[in-house]
């Protein structure tokens, strides 16, 4: 029996059903109410009320709004059945701990990137992150085309989740600093907020990664505790007001070539939610990832023309360093690889895959930038 709010309205009007009675029907809840998009409940149907635990400032620009729209996503197309309340980091729990807290049960959903996980399971950033690896093409493309999601399932089944890609930032710069970068020995002694294997390989060249919450890093250029830091791209960067500290904006950010975010979900949850809502968090995680990365993608853009006409001068990192960096990088990588069956098998799948992606790019997008939307006025030094 299917009851519509209509019907349920138009019983008490005509009395043909008795309060009491509906209360005990559906079990002493009051379904009849309207949900916030205002479509009407099937009363029969069983209500979800979730919690998502973020790692994110509270409605962190982009990264944190797209949480709050994938709750209002869930909930619209689940006519109100699933309800997800988002909280940012440090609401419900401290930021670090919701993957633990999703995997216990504390919350049902959760936000991050995998490569804040690598201390529990070190493949794990390997679907986040990794210095020299793919970018958000490519690894949407290995994770959703080439075997990578398959991976990710199996590493996070032994952690009670389920993982989705939800959002990537595109390729990230390479961050602000207070002096001229022209060669390895110039990030010798260098105190650089830079998270995760990107610090593991500026501490191999030498220079100190310095961990500092997001709040901290202005006061921390400005008192030089830190000479340099990276953070996201132009339009981040530009509202942590960074143009303002620091001198030298460089690119590329070859530390996070393409991070990608990701929703987890409590499995033994989401194994018994029906197939159609299982569809429907699965659905509203692929909009967020597309939504994501164009947000990223269209707020950059804007926020970089803003950059430039302020004067602010873009920097490449010479290519000699490129390389030094790049060969820290493969050793860091060897390092985990050796300790950890699983990060090898996965780390063998991503640089496979890696390989043949970057072959197809090099013919077609690379050509593309260079020859066919090659803007001369942004010819860097
Ligand atoms: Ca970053």
Known sequence: ???????????????TVSLPFLIRAFGGKNYAQEDSTGAPNVLTAKQYRWKMVTTWPPNFPIIGEACNKYAE??????????????????????ALEAFDTVR????????????????????????????FGMNAQQLNAWIIGGGGL??????????????????????QMGGWFNREINSIEDLKGLKMRIPGLGGKVLEKAGG??????????????????????????????????????????????????????????NKETYDKLPPDLQ?????????????????????????????LEKGVTIRRFPKELINQLRQYT?????????????????????????????????ITEKEFYDKIQKNSELDLG
């Open 208 to 265: 100190s990664p310095v961990l500092l919450a997001g709040g901290e890093i202005y006061t921390g250029l400005e008192r030089g505790i830190l000479d340099a830091t990276e953070w996201l791209g132009p339009y981040h960067d530009t509202l942590m007001g960074f143009q303002d500290i620091a001198k030298y904006y460089y690119t590329p950010g070859w530390h996070e070539p393409g991070t990608m975010l990701e929703y987890f979900v």
């Open 1 to 15: 029996m299917k009851i519509t709010r209509k019907s349920f309205f138009k019983g008490i009007a005509l009395g």
């Open 150 to 171: 398959q991976l990710w399932e199996e590493l996070y089944r032994d952690f009670n989740l389920v993982p989705m890609a939800g959002g990537n930032t595109g390729v």
């Open 73 to 94: 996503l869930v909930e619209k197309m689940s006519g109100g059945r699933i309800r997800i309340r988002v909280y940012g980091g440090n609401e419900l729990v401290p």
């Open 279 to 307: 569809a429907i968090l699965q659905t509203a995680a692929a909009w967020s990832n597309l939504w994501t990365l164009s947000q990223m993608e269209a707020k950059n853009a804007e926020a970089l023309t803003t950059l």
């Open 104 to 131: 216990t049960g504390g919350a049902e959903i959760g936000s991050g990137a995998a490569y804040y996980w690598a201390g529990k399971a070190p493949a794990a950033q390997f679907f986040a992150s990794v210095p």
């Open 330 to 362: 493969n050793e860091v990588i060897t390092g985990i690889i050796d300790n950890d069956p699983f990060s090898r098998r996965v780390y063998e799948s991503y640089d496979s895959f890696r390989n043949k992606a970057a072959n197809y790019s090099l």
